[in-house]
């Protein structure tokens, strides 16, 4: 299931609703609709900070005309949520505990091995 993005500006914990790419050998930035995939050298913006973004000095700003919509949760989102929620719930879970060689003791999730050199 996917979380909420937020706007990737600093102090901002809006949801995101546009994404903004640097063309740098243009010299352009290009503020449009909020990417499917979260990208390494793109920022999720907010809709106020997409629609004030401002470029650095002799920068050209290409901005997505009409508005920026939240994204609604798919389908899939919605049933892997149910799935999730529908194994937690489930009281005959039961974690299966491994048989543990004889020799050997058990602390926890760590395992205490004999020696090899000792018999």
């Not at 914990?13 to 740098?24: D, E, G, H, Q, S």
């Not at 503020?31 to 907010?46: F, K, M, N, Q, R």
């Not at 997409?50 to 798919?74: D, I, Y």
Request: charged residues 25%; negative net charge; hydrophobic residues 35%.
């Amino acid at each position: 299931m996917r979380s909420v993005r937020r706007c990737s500006r600093t102090g901002c914990a809006n949801p995101a609703v546009a994404t903004l790419t640097y063309a740098y050998a243009d010299s352009t930035a290009v503020v449009g609709p909020l990417a499917t995939y979260s990208e390494p050298h793109s920022y999720d913006l907010c809709e106020e900070h997409a629609l004030r973004l401002t470029a650095p000095r002799g920068w050209e700003v290409v901005r997505h005309q009409g508005e920026f919509a939240a994204p609604e949760p798919s389908v899939d989102d919605l049933t892997a949520l149910a799935e999730a929620v529908r194994e937690a719930g489930r009281a005959d879970v039961t974690p299966k505990v491994p048989d543990v060689p004889i020799g050997t003791q058990r602390r926890g999730h760590l395992r205490v091995l004999p020696d090899p050199h000792e018999d």
